[in-house]
């Protein structure tokens, strides 16, 4: 239901150097009075592999959600992408083959985390694309980055060349920077 995206862990070593990343698959952050947590549900009941996103302020738990999720979590991010004032939260999925990987998003709203739908590359921004992505959370801007491709004969070659984008919510759309 939320496959959208390719991974290789390869390009992690790139983005590092590139962004500092304060954000890991299992994360605790501050967003206003709320206390967002993001972890692996090690009691999973739902499925093989669960993970749970916990809201709280300083008196109480206000919400729980569990998804189930395949792959390896790999990164989570907090922050406030669409401008309300609300934060959204984003969790992405990494697989060993490195062909893909799976990004959840959901915004905060009148208590409750709502999922959104991220849309998938248009036909410009997947001329070259074999997965690879990273994803990253940069002055309130969700970023992917992948390396373009080439296809020479029946096999395909990366090139130097890195594609940037970044995720405009209220377009439910990528773009480039």
């Known amino acids: 239901m939320y496959k959208f995206l390719l991974s290789h862990r390869a390009v992690l070593i790139c983005i590092v150097i590139a962004w500092p990343l304060s954000a890991s698959a299992e994360g605790q952050y501050q967003f206003g009075n709320f206390s967002v947590t993001v972890a692996p549900d090690t009691s999973s009941v739902l499925s093989g592999a669960d993970y749970q996103v916990t809201v709280e302020t300083?008196?109480?738990?206000?919400?729980?959600?569990?998804?189930?999720?395949?792959?390896?979590?790999?990164?989570?991010?907090?922050?406030?992408?669409?401008?309300?004032?609300?934060?959204?939260?984003?969790?992405?999925?990494?697989?060993?083959?490195?062909?893909?990987?799976?990004?959840?998003?959901?915004?905060?709203?009148?208590?409750?985390?709502?999922?959104?739908?991220?849309?998938?590359?248009?036909?410009?921004?997947?001329?070259?694309?074999?997965?690879?992505?990273?994803?990253?959370?940069?002055n309130g801007r969700l970023i992917r980055m992948f390396q373009v491709y080439e296809q020479v004969g029946a096999e395909w070659s990366?090139?130097?060349?890195?594609?940037?984008?970044?995720?405009?919510?209220?377009?439910?759309?990528?773009?480039?920077?």
């Open 58 to 138: 300083e008196e109480l738990i206000v919400s729980r959600l569990t998804a189930p999720y395949g792959g390896t979590l790999s990164n989570s991010f907090v922050d406030d992408l669409d401008g309300d004032g609300e934060f959204e939260v984003v969790i992405t999925f990494s697989y060993p083959e490195g062909q893909e990987s799976t990004i959840h998003l959901y915004s905060w709203s009148e208590y409750l985390l709502e999922p959104v739908r991220v849309a998938h590359l248009d036909a410009v921004q997947s001329e070259g694309y074999r997965g690879n992505d990273e994803y990253a959370v940069q």
């Open 158 to 177: 990366p090139t130097a060349e890195w594609r940037r984008l970044h995720y405009a919510p209220g377009q439910s759309r990528w773009t480039t920077e």
